[in-house]
T-cell receptor, first 112, second 113 residues
């Protein structure tokens, strides 16, 4: 079993839809939870991070972590064609030297 | 800030040849990571350094792979000899740590024929 599991998709939605992206993880020691966005032929870029459980909002994006169920979510409101990319969830422990484990990534297509 | 700089952007080489990938991390970042990305396996951590010291190389697939970080501003990943199954995009990333996350380079797309 991979430490971070993510459905690779693809996920196709119409413009303006609410998008829900999800991951599960197995390592109880994970403390930091992150979402990266990767456009085609580019390196991943950090979108959002949360520490421990809870929600974090940034504009149209909301990250949510439920440590009791080991579930990580990213919600995108009013999705735009420019949101079309691969979204990778990631986690690490504070004692692991920031060694980050990535999910497989979910490919998202937002149709105009 | 120029970000994390990787070279070359593309490399096509023949099986059996030596390949060297280069990375310049962001100045002041004390951790550097080498990842490999393929469609089948996603992003795999190969090795990472803290303060130029290799900390965990358990992801290096075989002895054919080696990495060095001679100083805080430069790292190399070498494959010798290269094989077709090494074809992938290789990313270098650096970080200060914690919630800063990683800053990735643009990657090196390696094709071994």
């Amino acid at each position: 079993q991979k430490e971070v599991e993510q459905d690779p998709g693809p996920l196709s939605v119409p413009e303006g839809a609410i998008v829900s992206l999800n991951c599960t993880y197995s390592n109880s020691a994970f403390q930091y939870f992150m979402w990266y966005r990767q456009y085609s032929r580019k390196g991943p870029e950090l979108l959002m991070y949360t520490y421990s459980s809870g929600n974090k909002e940034d504009g149209r994006f909301t990250a949510q972590v439920d440590k009791s169920s080991k579930y990580i979510s990213l919600f995108i409101r009013d999705s735009q064609p420019s949101d079309s990319a691969t979204y990778l969830c990631a986690s690490f422990t504070n004692t692991g030297g920031f060694k980050t484990i990535f999910g497989a990534g979910t490919r998202l297509f937002v149709k105009a | 800030d120029a970000g994390v700089i990787q070279s070359p952007r593309h490399e096509v080489t023949e099986m059996g040849q030596e390949v060297t990938l280069r990375c310049k991390p962001i100045s002041g970042h004390n951790s550097l990571f080498w990842y490999r990305q393929t469609m089948m396996r996603g992003l795999e951590l190969l090795i990472y350094f803290n303060n130029n010291v290799p900390i965990d190389d358990s992801g290096m697939p075989e002895d054919r792979f080696s990495a060095k970080m001679p100083n805080a501003s430069f790292s190399t990943l070498k494959i010798q000899p290269s094989e077709p199954r090494d074809s992938a995009v290789y990313f270098c990333a650096s970080t200060l740590g914690g919630g800063d996350g990683y800053t990735f380079g643009s990657g090196t797309r390696l094709t071994v024929v």
